[in-house]
């Protein structure tokens, strides 16, 4: 029996054929795209390290106060 093969060739052209369309259409859009300046950068950077950095704070304050209430609780128990 003959394996089937359609127009576009076998699987394996048909993947190459792929990938390479879609590599075109990414460098297509990725020149669309309006490019941050440095400044913006390290703007951007500065807010998500100030985020970061109180959500830290906050983690482990709240980790801190379920530790102090664990062991509250188990000193009661024993």
Same mark, same amino acid.
């Given at each position: 029996?003959?394996?089937?093969? !359609?127009?576009?060739?076998?699987?394996? &052209?048909?993947?190459?054929?792929?990938?390479?369309? /879609?590599?075109?259409?990414?460098? %297509?859009?990725?020149?669309?795209? !309006?490019?941050?300046?440095?400044?913006? &950068?390290?703007?951007?950077?500065?807010?998500?390290? /100030?985020?970061?950095?109180?959500? %830290?704070?906050?983690?482990?304050?709240?980790?801190?106060?379920?530790?102090?209430?664990?062991?509250?609780?188990?000193?009661?128990?024993?």
């Amino acid at each position: 029996m003959a394996r089937s093969q !359609t127009r576009d060739g076998n699987f394996i &052209v048909r993947g190459i054929k792929t990938a390479i369309r /879609f590599l075109i259409e990414v460098k %297509a859009e990725l020149t669309k795209v !309006t490019w941050p300046t440095k400044e913006e &950068v390290i703007s951007s950077t500065w807010v998500v390290l /100030f985020g970061v950095g109180i959500t %830290a704070v906050w983690v482990f304050a709240a980790d801190q106060a379920s530790a102090i209430m664990i062991n509250g609780l188990i000193r009661l128990i024993h």
